[in-house]
């Protein structure tokens, strides 16, 4: 029964990254992952501006340019509707958005996960991959233990402090009774990462065109991940779907979009339904949730990375600031977490609305809503606040009058 300050149950991109900052401090941490070999889950790849903010405060910029991670500085957006050299000058300039950001940042998760995970290692962390069944035991006024299996051995360790990274389906969520919300969007998207593309751009795009909205994050090396939102069909869900997706890349509003077509798989494509989910308080005596554990945005805006970003940072100032780890040191980050995945639901009930209705209705829409945004402080200052982060809008963006406006024009 060795004893550590902290347990991390998850060694994946916010895990990691609490053990990495924890461990050179002087606090010995223990993270248990179930994976030997990190995989690819076809999103969670893209990092907005306010997420490599955090990012950046961590001190992890090195590590994840290192993995094959690369800075995007502008954002375009394509349609029917524009022509794409004006579309191309409209471009959000990502590297002005926040000061001393250079712009969002694009990575693959398997290799970010693997290394801010031998990042957490080589300070001093001690890693433990490949594990079984995970359990928690938590009482108030007691240490908290973790109880977890090994090459078939059952191991017992108390600590001080449990830290729930794992995932959407959480076992220590579940252990501690900690309930979960969830929603569902009417969005079915999809992902492929793609290589040898050629695309000659590290800029990110996305638009509609016809019955589709897409997505584009280019990376280092020639690989680009793309992202497909459609109506859910045989060209989602059959054997064809890779080919399906390459094709519906095939697009007349975004130029040398033939070369995305026509690039190599390098990675399954899946789509799935999007879900919102949040728990109103990540915490419980010895416990405290971060990244999808604690809930998740639905990732049709991509904002998981930077969520993982700031659970991580934000925990890991409450337990460097002192000696005070109970449930109550966490209340100021169970607040903010709570009206920032509020915002952000916001967001992608309007982004979801305005991208993802494929009729003639939709389009209109779409062009009203590109006319007005930018002459418009509440709708600029919804749509920015994913990019800028959530608390950069004013709140008035998030209220349901703002978007009922938004959802009624044309």
Request: charged fraction near 20%; charge should be negative; aromatic fraction near 6%.
């Amino acid at each position: 029964m060795e004893q550590f300050d902290v347990v991390v149950v998850g060694g994946g991109i916010a895990g990691s990254s609490i053990a990495a900052a924890l461990a050179p401090a002087g606090v010995s941490v223990l993270v248990l992952e179930r994976q030997t070999t990190y995989r690819d889950k076809v999103r969670g790849e893209y990092m907005q501006p306010w997420g490599v903010a955090e990012m950046l405060r961590l001190g992890l910029e090195q590590t994840l340019l290192e993995a094959g991670g690369g800075y995007t500085n502008a954002f375009v957006t394509y349609g029917e509707h524009i022509d794409p050299v004006t579309a191309e000058a409209s471009a959000i300039p990502l590297g002005m958005l926040l000061p001393d950001v250079p712009g969002a940042m694009c990575v693959g998760h398997p290799q970010a996960s693997e290394a801010l995970n031998t990042l957490a290692q080589q300070r001093g962390a001690h890693i433990v991959r490949g594990v079984g069944d995970v359990d928690v035991i938590a009482a108030p006024d007691t240490s908290p233990i973790v109880r977890y299996e090994f090459d078939g051995i059952v191991y017992e360790v108390p600590c001080r402090l449990v830290i729930g990274a794992d995932g959407r389906q959480s076992t220590v969520r579940r252990a501690l009774g900690i309930p979960l919300a969830q929603i569902e969007s009417r969005a079915t998207l999809g992902g492929l990462l793609v290589k040898d593309a050629d695309w000659g751009s590290d800029a990110a795009f996305l638009g509609n065109e016809g019955n589709r909205h897409f997505l584009a994050f280019p990376r280092p090396n020639g690989y680009v991940r793309l992202y497909l939102a459609c109506e859910p069909g045989p060209a989602t869900a059959g054997p064809e779907r890779t080919q399906h997706m390459l094709d519906a890349f095939r697009l007349e509003c975004v130029p040398n979009s033939e070369r995305l077509a026509t690039a190599q798989p390098a990675g399954p494509c899946s789509f799935y339904v999007g879900t919102d989910a949040w728990t109103d308080r990540p915490m419980a005596d010895g416990v405290v949730l971060v990244g999808d554990a604690a809930g998740w945005s639905d990732p049709l805006i991509g904002e998981g990375l930077s969520v993982a970003m700031r659970d991580a940072r934000a925990v890991t100032d409450v337990l460097l600031a002192g000696d005070d780890w109970s449930a109550a040191a966490f209340e100021g980050y169970a607040q903010e977490r709570s009206e920032r995945m509020r915002r952000l639901r916001v967001v992608v009930h309007v982004a979801t609305e305005l991208r993802c209705t494929f009729t003639p209705e939709g389009q209109a829409r779409r062009v009203a809503f590109s006319g007005q945004m930018m002459s418009d402080g509440l709708m600029l200052g919804l749509m920015l606040s994913s990019l800028a982060g959530p608390e950069m809008g004013p709140a008035e963006s998030f209220e349901a009058e703002n978007v009922q406006r938004i959802l009624a024009l044309a």
